[in-house]
């Protein structure tokens, strides 16, 4: 006998408003669960965006810190959906579908019996790393006729920052690119690196839309150690510009107390005591903190409209006055995301040190770390559509039309002719 | 690789008589699945019944201690397959829908940001504990549009016998008076009360049919510490009466020795020797154990006419010489229910302390705690229908009856024109 | 909120070949993934092996060791998806569908309150073990009109070789004589007998093809304990023969190492130093090792073309000079087989000593554990069908041809006229 403790299950939609038990019927029932959730509630205004769980096709993703691909030692990863195996030989790095054809068996299980393949653990089918083709059957002698007639998908792969890249493409397409997706400020400059890289659970897009979304991170996160000793503002005014690729959350009014009618003031002064104020005259950096501070040059050179920006297919790109943090979001299956968190900063030198010890002893700690718990519970705990957005959703609207315009565009262009 | 143990699976309906494997049949099977179960085997005879495995609509449901729930302690139950908060504030208790409109985080993580009102976690959506009306959004400023709006449905709420009571009707149901549905004999008197919550699996219903049921108790709790030195009757006759909203079974008759035709004889001595023998004289209290003490002056007032009664939605009724036993089996989702077990006695003073010694020493662990596991072990290992009835079921027959009648009362009084 | 590692979820293949996200349709989606998998791809050639994920009918199984069913301790286990208790009295082993008509309670978690009989624990409902009719309801009394009325399934068991065989038939099916299906070579003789029962995941035909299969061993195994010091060829030239109702592996070439064209030599020096050479003269001896033992009189006699057989319901003969290995892969579930490895020696007096010595220290834990662990972990990660076979598979396709014969045979004879 196993008895549970009282862990609540989801809520069951259909269980919202019951009818009397002998006349409730199935189209009843929907009357009234949409009685229960007004205003717009699914994402059927975005149709690719709504079908995009698995993640857009047509993009580099990273998947991978490079050094933990060595050779010999395949590694299998998962991304939009599909199992990949990764292979470093002496040709370099290679991806592969990662199915053995014969019977199923994951070629990522498997060794590398000769430079350049890889074989399947069961019975030696050995595939070709560079073209996925089948090369030699070890089980089967020298003559084996099946060689040549058999082949595994593979995909193009890529290394940069220390990552490595997979382009998740359709059957045949030309990979774009790796650097046209790299952000443009990291293009032709050095920098520190730091960052981590973890399986989470739900979709790239709830958690993307975390990411990008205006209203959570003030009130959230106004208590993880990473904020807990700077002002956040209780509400501001927002409007969204997009510059190339790139779209931009601008605030044009920060307002850092407010006075609810029927409830009272907030923050409360409890939650405050301990915070650095903002500045009296109004004056900050590009962060959401009243912080003041001056940015790194390189930084204030790229002139930001603001600090938050996410651009296709999922990367949120967050500015501080000292660096620049960025979250990929790369598609899995379609109840889990790789969250790739990158820090970067552009001090030389003694500096450079400085801004290791900083990631190391805090920041990965803290933000990299806690803050971005926060941020996974809640997109554990999200369960829209149906969702009833409210007025600084427009980061989330003008985000997904984004994404639509994109796969329209992409659409277009793979199909010219349609 | 896993290796499993030989833990047998839940047998499959399908497998119990295949056909010659390339002749079966769908149809073939159903009917030689038909042959092997006779009789009486759904619950089509009772339709309400048969579709209530969320629980009956129109009752108020025993949930939790009041003294668990605290004031900025919100906490989630499932009844009846909906998720539920409680909130404690200065203006009382109050039951919401535990799904916040915006993107469907449980409010319950939330916070009492201001008093009267619970908060999302996620953006701050705060809402009336009293209306469920969303009376600010935190991130969206004093002036947001959307107040007013949105609302979560709120249950009626009461608290009795220290326990937080929920009214589960259908929309814009009037609740009926929560002491219309206390046992009678609790009305208007003092007593002492020990008990326990636990969420267990099985619907209420299976549950429910476990504790009213006339033939297990003298068999599988035979050797429990909480029977092993009282005597049980081997079988009874028994007739069902219904007073008011109680359904009783009555013992017209009882045997306590059997002699079976091919088999012997039972209970085998070896079992029965160390227990107290019924009085010679026939003698008894209104147990079932041959005990003949005479019950307390409340309890013998009820003039009870058997020691086990049911009542709708759900509870069982057991008296003791020395005091009742009540279990609420409250409907939580399809495979689960929640067990309310109370102890009621009617002592006062000094012998009211005695009886809290005992409950808390001994009728606590022996009979709320290992003889309830072995019924909760049966729910648990039971798989009806389909099902074979026998000559004590007729307590079960007349109890799903019952529901039945009083369904098709509720349905008519609420659609009086249907 | 959880936080997943990296394990790789099972491929889903609708997401192999995904068109741009505006275009895809079902149908588009099947021609792709038909693409990916070229050749024979499912089972529909072999219907009736395709439909038989439960196991056959029509056979004995090995289900337990005789001496872990003992009287007054029933047993569950699961053949073929039934669900069956196996119960021992004065009257000898029995063997009864596990499931209680009354409330769907397992008779395996009763007792046996008198001989020849097996209670449920919930109301005693006392089923004959020899008929499986219910003869008493000890809650109903002596009198109980549903006695006689009511009955479970039985089925034959047998014991032999120290396990308990039940037959999986059809309703009515006369059971074939259990000696027939035992090994001919196991008949009319003495031996020692070794051996490992465990239920493992996979269906019993993916791991019957697994030990049946001519190319694994030699890749697979070659770094196991058991294999680690002896040759074994790097492939084959195999062809199949039928001798009555077993099917052998006979192998006409041996290579014992090869040259890859485009990548070298296999197998590598590192691997080969420590091994035991295979004879220059090419003797050898049955095993495929290189191993030039002679085998023992009772072996030789038995001429066996091959050192590797098949027969039905499924069992595995694998030949050595010392001893015999038999493999049984009983039908479990659809997804779990019962293993029933057996290690039988020919030796008597002192000699019988040393194989129990040998059994005990070396060959349970080696063979019957390690080396089956690796075919374990490959039966649980093949996906197939789909699958691409290759030319040592034709020990796979003559097999599953095989049982489409006894099935073919098995369903005319049940059913004569049709």
């Known amino acids: 006998m196993t008895?549970?403790?009282?862990?609540?299950?989801?809520?069951?939609?259909?269980?919202?408003?019951?009818?009397?038990?002998?006349?409730?019927?199935?189209?009843?029932?929907?009357?009234?669960?949409?009685?229960?959730?007004?205003?717009?509630?699914?994402?059927?205004?975005?149709?690719?965006?709504?079908?995009?769980?698995?993640?857009?096709?047509?993009?580099?993703?990273?998947?991978?810190?490079?050094?933990?691909?060595?050779?010999?030692?395949?590694?299998?990863i998962t991304l939009c959906g599909e199992n990949i195996v990764l292979v470093r030989d002496s040709k370099g790095l290679h991806a592969l579908y990662d199915r053995c054809p014969h019977r199923g068996v994951p070629l990522s299980t498997g060794t590398q019996e000769f430079d350049g393949s890889i074989s399947c653990p069961y019975h030696g089918w050995t595939f070709d790393t560079s073209t996925g083709r089948l090369g030699a059957v070890i089980t089967d002698g020298p003559d084996s006729p099946i060689c040549g007639k058999v082949s595994v998908a593979t995909y193009p792969v890529e290394e940069l920052l220390n990552l490595v890249w997979v382009y998740m493409g359709v059957d045949g397409e030309e990979p774009t690119p790796l650097l046209d997706q790299i952000?443009?400020?990291?293009?032709?400059?050095?920098?520190?690196?730091?960052?981590?890289?973890?399986?989470?659970?739900?979709?790239?897009?709830?958690?993307?839309?975390?990411?990008?979304?205006?209203?959570?991170?003030?009130?959230?996160?106004?208590?993880?150690?990473?904020?807990?000793?700077?002002?956040?503002?209780?509400?501001?005014?927002?409007?969204?510009?997009?510059?190339?690729?790139?779209?931009?959350?601008?605030?044009?009014?920060?307002?850092?107390?407010?006075?609810?009618?029927?409830?009272?003031?907030?923050?409360?002064?409890?939650?405050?005591?301990?915070?650095?104020?903002?500045?009296?005259?109004?004056?900050?950096?590009?962060?959401?903190t009243g912080n003041p501070k001056a940015p790194h040059p390189h930084i204030a050179a790229q002139d930001y409209p603001g600090f938050v920006s996410v651009s296709m297919p999922g990367v949120l790109r967050v500015v501080y006055p000292d660096f620049i943090h960025y979250e990929f979001y790369v598609p899995y299956d379609a109840d889990h995301h790789r969250y790739v968190g990158l820090?970067?900063?552009?001090?030389?030198?003694?500096?450079?040190?400085?801004?290791?010890?900083?990631?190391?002893?805090?920041?990965?700690?803290?933000?990299?770390?806690?803050f971005a718990a926060q941020d996974a519970w809640m997109v554990d705990e999200t369960d829209a559509p149906p969702e009833r957005l409210y007025r600084p959703d427009v980061s989330l609207t003008t985000w997904r039309s984004m994404c639509e315009d994109a796969a329209e565009e992409r659409t277009a262009r793979l199909n010219p002719t349609a």
């Open 343 to 370: 820090m970067v900063n552009f001090d030389s030198g003694f500096r450079s040190l400085l801004f290791k010890a900083k990631y190391l002893g805090f920041v990965r700690w803290f933000f990299h770390g806690l």
């Open 183 to 288: 952000p443009e400020e990291l293009r032709g400059v050095s920098f520190n690196l730091g960052g981590r890289i973890k399986v989470r659970r739900g979709d790239w897009r709830l958690t993307c839309e975390n990411g990008f979304d205006e209203g959570h991170a003030k009130f959230l996160h106004r208590n993880a150690m990473w904020r807990r000793f700077k002002s956040m503002p209780v509400w501001n005014v927002t409007k969204l510009e997009q510059r190339g690729r790139w779209l931009f959350r601008v605030q044009t009014e920060q307002h850092w107390t407010a006075e609810f009618p029927g409830y009272g003031s907030w923050p409360p002064e409890r939650e405050s005591r301990w915070r650095i104020k903002p500045s009296a005259d109004g004056t900050q950096s590009i962060s959401n």
């Open 3 to 76: 008895v549970h403790t009282d862990v609540p299950a989801r809520e069951r939609g259909q269980t919202d408003a019951p009818a009397p038990e002998r006349v409730s019927h199935a189209g009843e029932e929907e009357k009234r669960r949409k009685a229960r959730y007004p205003g717009r509630q699914t994402w059927a205004a975005w149709p690719a965006y709504d079908a995009a769980g698995l993640g857009f096709r047509g993009y580099w993703y990273p998947v991978a810190w490079s050094s933990n691909v060595a050779a010999g030692r395949p590694v299998r």
